[in-house]
């Protein structure tokens, strides 16, 4: 009798040794699950890293092939050539909250004008990326502020927020703007995941300096457009997308799904152009209506025919030029 418990015990002791180990080896894998996609897509060191190249490089090379998307990327490439030889000063300001330089590119307008409008810069791009948008602006007078977003171009954070503390930054710079030039009006001007911090700024408390908004392409929330990309790439949403969320919850204190432009939204008060292309497969072309409707403000929309990603204004300038700036004599009459 006391063999057949003792072979019982033995038993149990190595059902729970088993169980433990799996546990482990379960929750390690959910870990190290989370922190490589951390680290791929939302790091500095990450996007730059040797798989994120090689994507980019197919990518290009998708683009190149196809005759249409050559044409876009030509057009973007101008705006670029005027960034690299138009006259524009270096800003650095200090964010007390975050104890960190904050850095932007600024065109001085040519006019004296006193609009100012902060031109904000999507994922894996760059101020100099968004050169087709600041010499438009540039050309009707304007002055054009373009901050480097977080682990992007000049900024010194190896982490990239996707929007949710680029927010904050961008409160930084209205601030600056209205400190140095207390009579300015402010545009807000975003494309990609500068349109989502775009969104995700409005929904803090900002100065009457601040006229109007226009978000281009941007997206619902992180958890969602993450979500989206990983059934694209036929990555497994668990436990990728779960385990990663959590790093991030960890490491930078907030969830993807709070991290919501919807959600920020709801508490604008700014006036809003909503614009999207038809043919966007990075962030649904359907994510245009819900955030238009999650937003409580003077808005109108824009929808662009055959406009790809971020592509929009490349697609048809004749469609979107006027729209913005008939928005933007309906609010500032500059």
């Known amino acids: 009798m006391k063999d057949k418990n003792a072979k019982k015990g033995n038993k149990l002791v190595k059902a729970v040794k088993y169980t433990a180990i799996t546990a482990g080896a379960l929750t390690a894998a959910f870990v190290a699950s989370g922190k490589l996609a951390h680290h791929?897509?939302?790091?500095?060191?990450?996007?730059?890293?040797?798989?994120?190249?090689?994507?980019?490089?197919?990518?290009?090379?998708?683009?190149?092939?196809?005759?249409?998307?050559?044409?876009?990327?030509?057009?973007?490439?101008?705006?670029?050539?005027?960034?690299?030889?138009?006259?524009?000063?270096?800003?650095?300001?200090?964010?007390?909250?975050?104890?960190?330089?904050?850095?932007?590119?600024?065109?001085?307008?040519?006019?004296?004008?006193?609009?100012?409008?902060?031109?904000?810069?999507?994922?894996?791009?760059?101020?100099?990326?968004?050169?087709?948008?600041?010499?438009?602006?540039?050309?009707?007078?304007?002055?054009?502020?373009?901050?480097?977003?977080?682990?992007?171009?000049?900024?010194?954070?190896?982490?990239?927020?996707?929007?949710?503390?680029?927010?904050?930054?961008?409160?930084?710079?209205?601030?600056?703007?209205?400190?140095?030039?207390?009579?300015?009006?402010?545009?807000?001007?975003?494309?990609?995941?500068?349109?989502?911090t775009t969104m995700m700024t409005l929904g803090e408390e900002l100065p009457d300096n601040v006229k109007l908004a226009i978000e281009d392409c941007g997206y619902t929330n992180v958890w969602d457009i993450l979500k989206h990309k990983m059934t694209q790439m036929k990555v497994p949403e668990f436990p990728f997308l779960y385990s990663s969320d959590r790093i991030n919850k960890l490491q930078e204190k907030f969830s993807f799904k709070e991290a919501s432009c919807t959600e920020q939204l709801k508490k604008s008060k700014t006036p809003t152009l909503f614009i999207h292309g038809e043919a966007d497969t990075f962030v649904p072309y359907e994510m245009l209506q819900i955030v238009y409707d999650a937003c409580p403000t003077d808005k109108d929309i824009l929808s662009i025919p055959d406009a790809p990603h971020a592509r929009s204004v490349c697609a048809h300038p004749e469609l979107y030029w006027p729209k913005v700036e008939e928005f933007i004599k309906k609010y500032i009459g500059a």
């Not at 030509?74 to 524009?88: A, H, Y």
């Not at 480097?148 to 010194?156: Q, V, W, Y």
Request: glycine share 8%.
């Open 40 to 196: 791929l897509v939302l790091t500095r060191t990450g996007m730059s890293g040797p798989i994120a190249r090689k994507a980019e490089e197919n990518d290009k090379k998708k683009k190149m092939s196809d005759d249409y998307r050559r044409s876009l990327e030509e057009i973007l490439e101008t705006g670029c050539e005027w960034f690299d030889n138009t006259d524009k000063e270096k800003i650095t300001i200090w964010s007390e909250e975050f104890k960190k330089n904050l850095h932007a590119d600024f065109f001085k307008s040519t006019t004296g004008s006193d609009v100012y409008v902060i031109c904000i810069h999507g994922y894996t791009s760059s101020p100099r990326k968004m050169g087709i948008y600041a010499k438009q602006f540039h050309e009707w007078g304007y002055n054009v502020l373009m901050p480097s977003l977080r682990g992007h171009a000049d900024s010194e954070e190896e982490f990239v927020s996707m929007g949710w503390y680029d927010r904050l930054d961008v409160v930084s710079w209205i601030n600056y703007l209205v400190e140095t030039y207390p009579d300015c009006k402010i545009i807000l001007h975003g494309v990609s995941m500068g349109a989502a």
